[in-house]
């Protein structure tokens, strides 16, 4: 079985933070930013994000260019990429924004969550049991059996972890803004874990983007970094 193409995006501040402390998302990107990502939802099959981050920030999680639906329709696609989310407990409220925008959902969750999400969601997103807990590895073989190929991973701190910490990730896109956050108990990008090969492991750098004053860098972690 074939298993999507794993690219993480996420946008972070120059000392490694994604967000503040605040109740409000954060601004860390820029115009020209946010058009690229969403072209990069365009060519994506299936976008994840985290219940956690679902709840904290009620995104639509769309293709907001109409140009680029259309022509995700005219190449036999459907117009919006399947929506994607990951819950140990299942409890995700029906009314967030989430359910309600863009084409077909999907819910991972654990046996337990499974029937929480099941009666929550009823008529909203199909629910999948992966076992007692997540495992990311049989998330990525239920989607390449439904025939995604290419799966965009828009966080928060704990997904992005747990596919690094899994070897599953094959692509890192980060945008670097230019600004510090500086506030120790603020989100990273990622927590600590057990890393593949550890801190001595150097991803391979493909390419840097300057879009207006953010720089965005792209990483293949399954590729030595080392001449």
């Given at each position: ?203 391979h750098l493909d390419g840097v983007e300057v879009l207006g004053d953010v720089a965005v860098l792209r990483y293949f972690p399954k590729r030595s970094g080392a001449s």
């Open positions: 079985m074939i298993r999507p193409h794993v690219l993480l995006s996420v946008a972070v501040s120059v000392d490694g933070y994604i967000d503040d402390r605040g109740a409000e998302r954060f601004p860390l990107s820029n115009a020209e930013d946010f058009d690229h990502v969403d072209r990069l939802r365009a060519e994506s099959d299936a976008i994840l994000v985290g219940a956690e981050t679902i709840r904290r920030d009620n995104p639509r999680l769309l293709v907001n260019d109409p140009g680029r639906r259309a022509a995700r329709v005219a190449a036999g696609r459907p117009e919006y990429p399947l929506k994607v989310t990951v819950t140990r407990s299942g409890d995700l409220a029906p009314d967030l924004n989430f359910w309600h925008h863009g084409g077909e959902k999907r819910v991972y969750t654990t046996d337990s969550g499974f029937p929480v999400a099941s009666v929550a969601l009823a008529g909203l997103a199909s629910v999948a049991a992966l076992g007692p807990a997540v495992d990311f590895a049989a998330l990525l073989d239920d989607l390449g059996a439904l025939g995604i190929g290419r799966l965009m991973v828009e966080g928060g701190g704990h997904v992005h972890t747990a596919f690094l910490a899994a070897g599953l990730a094959d692509e890192i896109r980060m945008a670097v803004a230019p600004m510090l956050i500086g506030q120790a108990a603020a989100p990273r990008f990622v927590r600590p874990a057990a890393f593949p090969g550890g801190p001595a492991r150097r991803f």
